[in-house]
């Protein structure tokens, strides 16, 4: 049996998302996975995985435009290979406390593609954050790193699981996707 395969693609506007795609990468690598970390910018052919992660920053309410262009790029190539995607963004607790959906264009996407789930992480926002808008946010304590480290790895590993199962024999995209605890995980025709 070869080892499947698996690109996490992103579109980060100053690295919080990036890094949440690195964590994932790694713990996909650490269940055996072959998984490969790019900024969505980067990619222009999906047909050499066996399944994708495509990550996107949120901002105003919007998905980043890297990792929407990424999506609508490969679609037709996404929808005949497992995809989950994620936002990164509320910079605050609120992703750890309740379900956060999938803003409208991602929503879209997730039908677009017949992607397996989506899953909203905080974001981040520190002294080190570039922009104007950063630092103002900062200076009036509403900064921070909302990023669970623990919760982006679980995701990580029921991918993994998923991706495990479907190598059994079931056709992955046919199985409605199940995760492990409370992981903030919605598809549009599940609700």
């Not at 059994?168 to 992981?183: E, I, M, T, V, W």
Request: aromatic share 6%; hydrophobic share 35%; charged share 25%.
């Amino acid at each position: 049996m070869t080892t499947k395969r698996v690109l996490v693609a992103y579109g980060s506007r100053h690295g919080a998302t990036a890094g949440i795609a690195s964590k994932i990468g790694r713990a996909l690598r650490e269940d055996g996975l072959d998984a490969v970390v790019l900024p969505a910018d980067d990619v222009d052919d999906v047909r050499g995985f066996d399944a994708v992660v495509l990550g996107g920053s949120l901002y105003a309410g919007r998905w980043n435009g890297k990792a929407l262009h990424c999506a609508e790029r490969n679609e037709q190539y996404l929808k005949h290979r497992p995809v989950w995607l994620f936002s990164s963004g509320p910079v605050d607790s609120s992703a750890e406390q309740h379900e956060i959906p999938p803003v409208p264009a991602v929503a879209r996407q997730m039908e677009r593609l017949g992607a397996r789930e989506h899953v909203t992480f905080g974001g981040s926002i520190t002294a080190y954050t570039p922009g104007i808008i950063a630092r103002a946010l900062v200076r009036h304590g509403k900064g921070g790193d909302f990023r669970n480290s623990e919760r982006i790895r679980t995701w990580a590993h029921h991918i993994s699981g998923e991706l495990a199962t479907a190598a059994g024999g079931a056709d992955s995209r046919s199985r409605p996707a199940r995760p492990a605890g409370r992981l903030n995980t919605r598809s549009p025709g599940r609700r």
